[in-house]
């Protein structure tokens, strides 16, 4: 039996581990990782209610941040922001502005 002293979370323990076989430690050498192609991962922005677009503010290619105003959205006679969830580059815009949108259609791609 080989005695231990480990901590845990700050306490300090003592514990007895008995060794069932005895076996030679084995070098173990890390096979290289090849690195796969990154996989471009795309956001869609759905409409959140049925309303019309009033103001568009990027185009296909614009760099937006998480948090960004995207664009702005009329429901009700209330201006809503749909912000970017994401960082990344627009790379499809299917509204225009003065278009009217129902919920969940697709209006924009991040990606």
């Known amino acids: 039996m080989k005695l231990y002293k480990i901590n845990v979370n700050g306490k300090s323990y003592e514990v007895e581990v008995e060794s069932v076989t005895e076996q030679p430690s084995v070098k173990l050498v890390p096979k290289p990782v090849e690195k796969s192609p990154q996989v471009e991962s795309k956001t869609n922005i759905l409409a959140p209610m049925q ?22 959205l ?6 809503n922001d749909i912000l970017s969830p994401v960082d990344g580059y627009v790379s499809q815009v299917l509204i225009k502005e003065s278009q009217k949108v129902d919920i969940n259609q697709l209006m924009l791609v991040i990606g």
């Not at 103001?55 to 948090?67: A, C, H, P, Q």
């Not at 009329?74 to 201006?79: G, I, N, P, R, V």
């Open 51 to 72: 309303g019309k677009i009033i103001k568009l503010n990027v185009i296909v290619g614009s760099e937006v941040k998480k948090g960004d105003v995207l664009m702005v």
């Open 74 to 79: 009329e429901a009700m006679k209330l201006e």
